[in-house]
């Protein structure tokens, strides 16, 4: 399958600080990339998407940046808090399959 | 609105027993249906994808099958459960075509914790 990894597997900040969660990919080809939440015991939720034809999308308190040229996609949460305590995950989509990393956990710290 | 639901939230079940796994979706037609498996502190795995009735492509090799006998349900078995079947079992659905560019959003069951003993 593809490779979809993280540069950190945990990520600790301060409430109120902003929060920057990273993903290297590896097939140049994909053209979607999305970013899921998961809380502990509980199924992935959407956060944000980006096609491949776009650099960066920004949501409620969330962007995403995407740099082809290095693989390169990025999370940030602006003003985390505490209830942004999770596990992040990044999802390359080619052809209709999803390849996932392994995630980034976000702890914030009160 | 769309809802997907998963069955049973948790199973044990030892070495060698047979496993099903039942996944329905509502609130919509001819989704792509998805399972996923989760080992504890690792990502998703994808398992089998389907984007039609009786239409499953596996990713991995393994001991596990699915079937899709209807449009909104998918079934994810095993004949003889191995240890290394434990994990967290999630479905998912997404409205993507394989050959138009489209929404990719997919939309993720409660999974079943699955634990053999």
């Known amino acids: 399958g593809e490779s979809v990894g993280l540069h950190l597997p945990t990520l600790s900040v301060q409430e109120g600080d902003n929060s920057i969660i990273n993903c290297a990919y590896s097939?140049?080809?994909?053209?979607?990339f999305i970013w899921y939440k998961q809380e502990s015991g509980k199924g992935p939720q959407f956060i944000i998407d980006?096609?491949?034809?776009?650099d960066k999308r920004q949501g409620q308190r969330v962007t995403v940046l995407l740099n082809k040229t290095v693989k390169h996609l990025s999370l940030q949460i602006a003003a985390t808090q505490p209830g942004d305590s999770a596990v992040y995950f990044c999802?390359?989509?080619?052809?209709?399959?999803?390849?996932f990393g392994s995630g980034t956990k976000l702890n914030v710290k009160p | 609105s769309q809802t997907i639901h998963q069955w049973p939230a948790t199973l044990v079940q030892p070495v060698g027993s047979p496993l099903s796994l039942e996944c329905t979706v509502e609130?919509?037609?001819?989704?792509?249906l998805y399972w996923y498996r989760q080992a504890a502190g690792r990502g998703l795995q994808l398992l089998f994808y389907?984007?039609?009735?009786?239409?499953i492509s596996s990713e991995v090799p393994q001991n596990l099958s699915a079937s899709r006998p209807q449009d909104r349900q998918f079934i994810l078995s095993s004949k003889k459960l191995l240890l290394s079947d434990s994990g967290f079992y999630l479905c998912?659905?997404?409205?993507?075509?394989?050959?138009?560019?489209?929404?990719?959003?997919?939309?993720f069951g409660p999974g079943t914790r699955l634990t053999v003993t």
């Open positions: 998912a659905w997404g409205t993507g075509s394989p050959i138009l560019i489209s929404s990719y959003e997919q939309y």
């Open positions: 097939n140049s080809a994909s053209d979607y």
């Open positions: 980006i096609r491949s034809n776009m």
């Open positions: 999802a390359e989509i080619n052809f209709n399959k999803f390849y």
């Open positions: 609130g919509t037609s001819n989704p792509n």
């Open positions: 389907s984007v039609g009735i009786g239409q």
